[in-house]
């Protein structure tokens, strides 16, 4: 089987996901995507007619961003018509699995040159055309019957009382990543892969990040109201089923202690990011240098109900594949979904802290769903290399209680 290598990558800021506040809400998602394939292709010089294939995660495929965004943003980019584009969709996991899918169509030897990534304008959510069901089932009684899936914010605070992780070691690690992204940003780390985002009449929209508070205290934090309790108790149809009641479903005994708020969880953003993959033979022959090639990758799956668990087995499931342990792993990402996904795999695993999304995470930087995969692969080599280390892992949760997985390997 050939090897997958990663060539480069790159990614837009992110901005704040609210019209009227955020400086890409104005944008076209389609553009946004445009903005990094046409950024991949210029640093790379590459001939898009090679380009067997554009793979994007985008999770709200409603509205402005329906109708296979991949392709779309290739054209607008101005790729050649033969370099064909394919959109997905695994919740918050996509970008993770739009760059897996990338690489398994390398190592099988049935392309050479494709791009995984993604795109998610989260500041379009509610638009006419792009309303969300209140469920993830969306109606369909007897899934819900089987597998009750509440809010992702009604899961993560059931996880946190199930498991007995407090507010205050989840507000801890919100600081540590404000602090951890402030410290990133200052010293350049993301410089190296941001690309700026101009509006289609050439004027600058975005060229930084828009979304961390660098400014945040454990004060501060500490006075933040938990967002999820009021939304636990809304009537959501004409029955009035909640989601707690999803909850007790399967945990009928669980009081539900409300601890996450908006400062540690993950922040609304617009964002896109693109990760370009060759086999080994098209880029020695093409003159490309890899800068990491993919070790393992995996998918797991987990409880349904609480929804956001499947990072720890995804974990276990990749090292496995790639014959690892924990401590071959030089650094971790983990997406902060929400502050107990991130503190939950710390305590599992019996992680070094120092070890763990060491630029900061979603609670920071924010959580472009579809596109964050790519940019958390991207973050991670960019970050390999600045330490001159080699392994990096990186997992995230998804909606339906899944979780995709990726081993990278600098070269």
Same mark, same amino acid.
Do not use: W
């Given at each position: 089987?050939?090897e997958?290598w ?9 901005g ?7 400086s !890409?809400?104005?944008q ?7 903005t $990094? ?10 001939d ?5 294939? =554009?793979i994007?995660?985008?999770s709200?495929q ?9 392709r779309? +943003? ?7 018509i033969r370099? +064909?584009?394919? %959109?997905l969709?695994?919740?918050c996991?996509?970008?993770i699995?739009?760059?897996n899918?990338a690489?398994?169509?390398i190592?099988?030897?049935?392309e050479d ?6 795109a998610?304008?989260?500041?379009? /959510? ?5 309303a969300?069901?209140p ?8 899934l819900?019957?089987m ?6 914010? $009604?899961? @993560? ?6 498991e &007995?992780i ?8 919100a ?9 990133a ?7 190296k #892969?941001?690309v *700026?985002?101009? #509006?289609?009449?050439? %004027?600058?929209?975005?060229d930084?990040?828009?979304f961390?508070?660098p ?6 934090l @500490?006075?933040?109201q938990p967002?999820? @309790? ?5 009537? !959501?149809?004409?029955?009035?089923v %909640? ?7 399967? /945990? ?11 400062g540690?969880? +993950?922040? $609304? $953003?617009?964002g896109?990011?693109? =990760?370009l ?6 880029a020695? @022959?093409? &003159?490309?240098?890899p ?8 998918n797991m ?9 499947? *990072?720890v ?8 594949k790639?014959?690892?342990?924990? +401590?071959?792993?030089?650094?971790f ?6 502050? =107990?996904?991130?503190e ?11 070890? =763990?999304?060491?630029?900061?995470g ?6 472009p ?5 790519s940019?958390l692969?991207?973050t991670?080599l960019?970050? !390999? ?8 892992l ?11 997985a ?6």
């Open positions: 089987m050939s997958a990663i060539i480069d990558h790159c990614r837009t800021p992110r704040i996901g609210k019209k009227g506040k955020g !890409l809400a104005d076209h998602p389609q553009h946004l995507g445009a $990094v394939l046409k950024a991949i292709a210029e640093r790379n010089k590459l898009t007619a090679a380009v067997d294939d =554009v994007f995660g985008t709200s409603r509205g402005r961003q329906s109708g296979d965004l991949a779309m +943003s290739a054209l607008e980019a101005g790729y050649d370099s +064909s584009g394919m %959109t969709d695994r919740f996991g996509s970008g699995t739009s760059v899918l690489a398994m169509s190592m099988s030897g049935t040159l494709v791009i995984g990534g993604g998610e304008m989260m500041s379009i /959510y509610g638009e006419e055309g792009a969300m069901s469920f993830m089932d969306n109606g369909n009684l007897a819900r019957d597998h009750p899936q509440p809010h992702q914010g $009604v899961c @993560a605070d059931a996880i946190a009382t199930l &007995g407090d507010r205050v070691a989840l507000d801890a690690l600081l540590v990543s404000q602090n951890n992204a402030k410290n940003i200052e010293n350049g780390h993301f410089d #892969s941001l *700026p985002v101009y #509006s289609t009449d050439g %004027t600058l929209a975005l930084k990040e828009e961390p508070r400014q945040t205290t454990a004060e501060g @500490a006075g933040l967002s999820f @309790a009021a939304i636990a108790d809304y009537p !959501l149809d004409d029955s009035g %909640t989601y707690r009641a999803m909850v007790h479903q399967k /945990y009928p005994d669980l009081e539900i202690t409300h601890v996450h708020h908006a540690n969880s +993950s922040g $609304v $953003v617009d896109a990011g693109a =990760v993959l060759a086999s080994p033979d098209y020695k @022959a093409h &003159g490309m240098k800068r990491a090639r993919i070790k393992a990758m995996c799956g987990d409880c349904p109900t609480l929804m956001l668990n499947a *990072p087995p995804a974990a276990h499931k990749v090292l496995k790639a014959g690892m342990s924990l +401590s071959d792993i030089d650094l990402e983990i997406n902060e979904a929400f502050a =107990v996904v991130a939950k795999f710390i305590r599992d695993l019996d992680l070094p802290r120092d070890r =763990v999304n060491v630029n900061g979603a609670m920071a930087l924010g959580h769903i579809g596109a964050t995969g940019l692969i991207g991670m960019d970050e !390999l290399e600045r330490r001159d280390q080699q392994f990096g990186v997992t995230m949760c998804a909606a339906g209680g899944m979780a995709p990726i081993i990278i390997e600098r070269i």
